[in-house]
């Protein structure tokens, strides 16, 4: 564990917000840079906790954010559609809201209700016996991977897919921050049927064609 | 995870919130046991689908269905669900929990009422629609916690103060399903090391009163869920109405052996070390 060194380099309150928000794990994991970037900058900070409670609590596999206008060329901005921004509405094209559903059981420390509104009126059922055996349906190709990347992270992220090119830098080229990331490598994760990978970092694999590797690489090791 | 305890193959078992933390434990335990288990969650689907794999995988059988059971409507579909599928329910264990953190003198109305809905009207509205699907034998457990008998730092009163409405809830309970032979009790314990610690900004104070002021220290994960496993067989057919502490000793001791000194010293070693080191 490097917790020493951690504690040695991060400040005190930043390594309590990120054991609040994510655990141990990742604070022992995390990259210190990364940490202490949060310093002197609340609104990164602001914008790190609302993306992560979406994350917790769902919110993000619900709402499609907005879609952004289709950049002449992707040059290194902001995200187009941080979830942690005031929502606005959604362009007439994009899919309507689905239900906001509750925050999940002992969100305590996230200490708000405003999910809770718009309470979700039905309930949603998952039996692994229906799913095929054959746990990766998109199989062991990193084509096919890498389409499939593209369509999540263009949902998380709001570029058009035919922006998101396999060698672009997700975070330097894009501005998707790496709960973006992590949340979309997590549903990737989910839809192959792999286990939690506790050598994971995503800072090593910063583009779709990275990942895309990375994942193939499991599915067949796996299977 | 897996015990010997005989009595649980092919029982149906709901245990609500267990995508993570203690109820997820409780639910795989459930599950390697030979129970057909309904996991729930409120949020983290992802995580409720994988502990439903999970226990699929690990030769049990499991299903996620993800339902608020501080709502309502969500649990009579979530009963619905269950009687069309099982027909019966052998088996509640009720882990969701939830509620903003605040001091109680700042409380307003819609914090107290989130939490007591999720707390402990989520109880009343299980045993209304689940309890008509309980058989004789059946079992109904729920997740309380020391909050309920003392006050806890970090804004935890109004959840403290639900969960102590459900124990109350659970004698009651136990007395009107008594003469259906479905036993109802509570578990207590301390901060148990699961990822769900995340959500208590002073989960490291919590655990290391845990570890250190109990005299078997702090319970882990899998002797939390043994116990529930233990409370929901039928050799704890005639334990109900209860609240059972899984403390290691924790709320029956004064256990300071830095102020007492070690346990097995005779006198205690109160003359050794009535000051702390590092006083005066």
Same mark, same amino acid.
């Given at each position: 564990?490097?917790e020493?060194s951690?504690?040695?380099?991060v ?9 609040v928000l994510?655990?141990d794990e ?7 840079r990364?940490l202490?970037s949060?310093q ?7 914008r ?8 917790i !609590?769902?919110v993000v ?23 942690g921004q ?5 362009p007439p094209?994009a ?5 906001? #559903?509750?925050?999940p059981?002992? !969100?305590?420390? #996230? ?9 979700a #009126?039905?309930?949603?059922f ?16 990193v ?10 992270i263009?949902e ?21 921050? !790496?709960v973006?990331q ?12 792999l286990?939690m ?9 910063? #583009?779709i064609?990275?990942?895309a590797g990375y994942v193939a690489?499991?599915?067949? !090791?796996?299977? | 995870?897996r015990?010997d ?15 993570r933390?203690i ?10 046991q ?15 689908r994988?502990?439903?794999?999970s226990?699929?995988?690990?030769g ?6 993800r339902a ?5 409507e ?5 009963a619905a ?8 329910l052998?088996?509640?264990? &009720? ?9 109680i003198a ?14 402990s009207?989520?109880?009343?509205a ?13 079992k109904v457990?729920?997740?309380s ?20 409405a ?9 007395h ?7 036993s109802v ?9 699961t ?8 989960a490291d104070?919590?655990l290391?009163?845990?570890r ?6 702090a ?6 869920a ?5 409370l ?8 109900t ?9 924790w709320?029956?001791?004064?256990h ?5 000194g070690?346990? &097995?010293?005779a006198?205690?070693? &109160? ?5 702390p080191k590092?006083?005066?």
């Amino acid at each position: 564990m490097s917790e020493t060194s951690t504690e040695e380099a991060v400040p005190v309150q930043v390594q309590l917000a990120v054991r609040v928000l994510f655990g141990d794990e990742f604070l022992d994991r995390a990259d210190r840079r990364f940490l202490r970037s949060f310093q002197g900058d609340p609104a990164r900070w602001g914008r790190l906790m609302l993306d992560t409670w979406a994350v917790i !609590s769902g919110v993000v596999d619900d709402v499609p954010a907005p879609r952004a206008a289709l950049p002449e060329r992707p040059a290194p901005a902001p995200p187009p559609a941080a979830v942690g921004q005031p929502r606005t509405e959604p362009p007439p094209t994009a899919p309507a809201p689905a239900p906001v #559903t509750a925050p999940p059981a002992g !969100s305590a420390a #996230t200490g708000t209700v405003a999910a809770q509104a718009g309470a979700a #009126t039905s309930i949603d059922f998952f039996d692994p016996d229906d799913e095929p055996d054959e746990p990766a349906p998109a199989g062991r190709d990193v084509g096919q991977v890498k389409q499939r990347l593209v369509e999540v992270i263009a949902e998380a992220s709001g570029y058009p897919p035919e922006v998101l090119d396999e060698d672009l830098d997700l975070e330097v080229d894009l501005g998707i921050d !790496s709960v973006k990331q992590v949340h979309a490598v997590a549903r990737i994760r989910e839809e192959y049927g792999l286990t939690m990978d506790e050598d994971f970092q995503i800072g090593d694999y910063a #583009t779709i064609g990275k990942l895309a590797g990375y994942v193939a690489d499991r599915v067949s !090791s796996a299977g | 995870m897996r015990t010997d305890l005989p009595g649980f193959a092919d029982r149906v078992a709901l245990v609500t919130g267990s995508s993570r933390g203690i109820g997820r434990g409780i639910a795989e335990l459930f599950g390697g046991q030979g129970a057909r288990v309904v996991v729930n969650s409120a949020g983290s689907p992802v995580d409720g689908r994988l502990v439903a794999r999970s226990i699929r995988e690990a030769g049990g059988r499991a299903v996620y269905v993800r339902a608020d059971v501080g709502l309502e409507e969500h649990v009579a579909e979530l009963a619905a669900l269950v009687r069309e599928r099982f027909g019966r329910l052998d088996v509640l264990v &009720h882990c969701a929990a939830g509620g903003a953190a605040s001091p109680i003198a700042e409380a307003g109305y819609d914090k107290f009422e989130r939490a007591m809905r999720i707390n402990s009207y989520s109880l009343i509205a299980l045993a209304r629609h689940l309890g008509p699907l309980m058989p004789r034998g059946g079992k109904v457990l729920y997740l309380s916690s020391m909050g309920s008998i003392m006050a806890t730092p970090g804004g935890y009163g109004l959840v403290g103060a639900a969960k102590a409405a459900s124990e109350a809830l659970v004698r009651s309970l136990a007395h009107e399903f008594a003469d259906r032979g479905i036993s109802v009790n509570a578990l207590r314990t301390t901060a148990v090391r699961t990822l769900s610690l995340r959500y208590f900004a002073t989960a490291d104070a919590f655990l290391k009163i845990a570890r250190e002021e109990a005299p078997m220290g702090a319970p882990p994960l899998l002797k939390v869920a043994e116990t529930a496993l233990l409370l929901c067989t039928p050799a704890a057919d005639y334990v109900t109405g209860q609240v059972v502490n899984v403390d290691g000793g924790w709320l029956s001791s004064l256990h300071r052996p830095d102020l007492f000194g070690p346990l &097995h010293r005779a006198g205690g070693g &109160h003359r050794a070390s009535t000051t702390p080191k590092g006083e005066r």
